[in-house]
């Protein structure tokens, strides 16, 4: 059924550029090529991106194509080729090049450069004969709408062919003509230069095996093992033996069916490390990882999965960690995926800190999970109940328990992709999405929690949690400053009489110096309404202090600040946001707001970006799901915006309100980690929805002044919370803080590792 799924998400994207496209692929490529493009859709999905079966990422940036240069007239080798194109891509990371190397000795020497400087270099030696010469190389990035010259030098009777007689796709040609040529852009460039900066070097590992710790605890790596493949097996073993950190066992648990030689593989390696077991019977992956888990001798247990990969300082980087601070007891690393044959590593995920909502919703912990032995004894093992998402389950109960959770901001583990494993699509094991949900609802009865109801999101392995709101409702006081914008402020406040499905609200419109009659005889009509109020602010405008005289007027257990510039969408966002602000773990709770043209304006606010902070995803469609489903999954977050922020009443007075020395900017974000400083969770929802025409009433910062202002501003809040907040603890450290879309940082370069 995915595959159909897949052909119809296909199909349905075959239209307009991507039609055009297709058409040209037929063209120049021939049918076979078509469908093998096509059959790789299906099997992988519409928004997979294969290179030679692999998805490593890339598709066509542009070409000057000849299929077969024996069928070309007027198409010759030559020595030396040069010839420009304008980049339409952001990267580029592959190039085909068509080339003759009759004896297999040719050298062919190629550059890439940008207004002089030269931003590649290579001679390559295997240059193919009457066939494509594929280069791929460390992608170069940021080169969108940038002039490329392509310098081409052949040795050793080697040549490219060029047909001088026609010119093709868009490569200018010294001398004219079209060269056989096509270049790919790659999907994960970031990520290939973050590879490059942060894979340990020898010298690296070398000084880590010489390391003594203060503390050299054993750590048992359990594995259940079931009908593995050899080639796999091997690849795991060795990825364990490599580490640089000796204190370790590999606790190998043989439940297979099939497979009668994974204990001689086992015993091959002739390390007493290795300690393998086969089981009477299958028992099921629960089952397997128990009988794996009472085999294991260690002070700490890490489970890893029998066809993955660990980075050979994985365990080090845990052994530091602990030795940081023996209260460590669960803790997990970033990780990414490889191919099923090893060669590429992609997809990564740079996770979060410990974000107790975010894991409710779905499980982003995952691997390299390392439980202290003794929690492991505590909350006990794996429950078969749970096959599926055993991980999850067994996740959720160490965080509950343990003294002290770590996050270690590295890729540390590489997940396989296979037909079958749920690293590729969670539709090859869709039991697990019931597991999943399971697990979920049994931690919350575990809690104590009693009013929370789990259901399935639409994207698998996600999933809703609806809190029950007691009953009467609390009364929530929705407070809006305004200054004339009469038609404004209409909008906002039909749409929230008409929509809104609550009943229990007050409105206090805190009126800041306006002028115009209009205003002022719609006051007079709000208020035949009972439940809206007018206050007046008649001092200079300062966003805090209005909010916090609004404030100190209001009637509800709940407050929530609202720009008149918002209209509503979902009828039931006033229930969606006060079921998470009623909480007593919750501090704030921030809504999922678009811009009129149904971008996103707002999913939670990151630290660090901008220098101060800014809105992750913004400009992104309604409908995207955003980082690893980030935009369909309630979740924590560090700040809010004030355009849509609800808390308790009692709360905003703890934390003593606004600081209104914030006049316009950031007292949001410095209201937030108030909030967070007394041990509080911020949370956004996205199943409140409003659009909100950003800064309508005051403008943007476009005035001298303005800009001098919002620089105080920005310097008042990091002479604050700089220090504090060195990183966004719900964002990560690998990923841009230049840019809104969770995209990694290419150039970070993590602590030394030794």
Not at 352 to 367: E, K, Q, R
Request: aromatic share 12%; hydrophobic share 35%; with cysteine.
């Amino acid at each position: 059924m995915s595959r159909i799924r897949n052909l119809a998400s296909t199909v349905k994207h075959l239209k307009g550029e991507s039609f055009k496209r297709a058409a040209v692929m037929v063209r120049d490529y021939g049918w076979s090529e078509f469908f093998h493009k096509l059959g790789s859709k299906i099997k992988y999905g519409p928004g997979a991106a294969i290179v030679n079966n692999n998805m490593y990422g890339g598709e066509l940036a542009c070409e000057s194509f000849m299929k077969n240069p024996a069928e070309q007239k007027g198409c010759k080798a030559e020595e030396r080729v040069s010839f420009t194109f304008t980049s339409s891509v952001p990267n580029i990371g592959r190039i085909e090049l068509l080339t003759q190397n009759p004896e297999g000795k040719g050298i062919l020497e190629l550059d890439i450069s940008k207004d002089g400087t030269v931003l590649f270099h290579a001679e390559i030696c295997n240059v193919a004969h009457d066939d494509y010469t594929v280069v791929d190389f460390l992608p170069v990035c940021d080169i969108t709408g940038a002039t490329l010259t392509v310098s081409l030098a052949c040795r050793n009777g080697c040549g490219v062919y060029v047909n001088r007689k026609k010119r093709r796709h868009g490569f200018s040609v010294e001398g004219g003509g079209s060269v056989g040529c096509r270049f790919y852009t790659v999907h994960n460039a970031e990520y290939l230069h973050w590879i490059a900066n942060n894979t340990p070097t020898e010298k690296d590992l070398e000084n880590q095996r010489a390391h003594v710790f203060d503390y050299m605890p054993k750590i048992s790596i359990v594995v259940p093992l079931f009908n593995t493949p050899e080639k796999f097996l091997r690849q795991m073993i060795e990825s364990v033996r490599a580490q640089t950190y000796a204190n370790w066992e590999l606790c190998l648990a043989d439940g297979s069916t099939l497979s009668e030689n994974l204990g001689e593989i086992a015993a091959s390696y002739g390390d007493e490390r290795i300690r393998y077991r086969k089981l009477e019977e299958n028992k099921g992956i629960s089952g397997n990882s128990n009988e794996a888990i009472q085999m294991a001798a260690g002070d700490y247990v890490a489970l890893l999965d029998h066809d993955d990969l660990i980075m050979p300082h994985a365990l080090y980087s845990y052994v530091a960690l602990v030795n940081e601070d023996r209260d460590y007891e669960f803790m997990y690393s970033d990780e990414d995926k490889i191919t099923e044959d090893g060669k590429y590593r992609f997809n990564p995920f740079f996770k979060p800190d410990f974000a107790p909502d975010t894991l409710h919703t779905f499980n982003y912990i995952t691997h390299f999970s390392v439980f202290k032995k003794s929690l492991l004894d505590e909350i006990g093992g794996f429950e078969d109940r749970f096959n599926g998402a055993q991980d999850f389950d067994i996740i959720l109960r160490a965080t509950e328990k343990a003294k002290k959770i770590g996050h270690i901001s590295d890729i540390l583990y590489h997940w396989r992709i296979s037909e079958g494993s749920t690293a590729l699509s969670s539709a090859a094991k869709s039991y697990t999405v019931e597991a999943g949900r399971l697990a979920v609802e049994t931690a919350y009865q575990r809690l104590g929690v009693k009013n929370a109801h789990v259901g399935s999101c639409q994207y698998p392995n996600y999933y809703i949690t609806r809190y029950d709101l007691p009953d009467p409702k609390p009364l929530i006081s929705i407070i809006i400053p305004n200054r004339d914008e009469k038609g404004t402020l209409e909008n906002c406040i039909t749409s929230i009489k008409e929509k809104s499905t609550y009943p229990n609200y007050e409105i206090i419109i805190v009126e800041n110096n306006s002028t115009e009659k209009e205003t002022f005889d719609y006051y007079a009509q709000l208020e035949q309404d009972s439940r809206i109020h007018i206050v007046r602010w008649d001092h200079p405008f300062n966003y805090s202090a209005l909010n916090n005289y609004a404030a100190s007027q209001a009637k509800g257990e709940l407050l929530l600040f609202l720009n008149n510039d918002v209209s509503v969408i979902s009828p039931d966002w006033l229930e969606q946001m006060a079921m998470h602000a009623m909480r007593p773990e919750i501090g704030q709770v921030g809504a999922k707001l678009y811009y009129p043209d149904n971008t996103i304006q707002h999913s939670g606010i990151v630290l660090k970006i901008g220098p101060v902070a800014n809105h992750p995803h913004k400009f992104l469609s309604r409908f995207d799901i955003g980082y690893f489903g980030l935009l369909v999954a309630t979740h924590n977050v560090s700040s809010v915006t004030a355009a849509c922020a609800m808390m308790r009443a009692s709360v905003f007075h703890e934390v003593g309100g606004f600081d209104e020395r914030f006049t316009v900017a950031y007292n949001d974000v410095d209201l937030s980690l108030k909030v967070r400083e007394k041990g509080y969770y911020i949370l956004w929802t996205p199943f409140a929805e409003l659009y909100h025409n950003e800064s309508k009433t005051r403008g943007l910062e476009t005035t001298s002044e303005k800009m001098e202002r919002l620089d105080r501003e920005a310097a008042l809040w990091l002479s604050k919370w700089d220090e504090k907040y060195p990183y966004d603890p719900y964002y990560n450290i690998n990923l841009t803080n230049e840019k809104l879309d969770y995209s990694v940082n290419p150039g970070k370069v993590l602590k030394d590792r030794a």
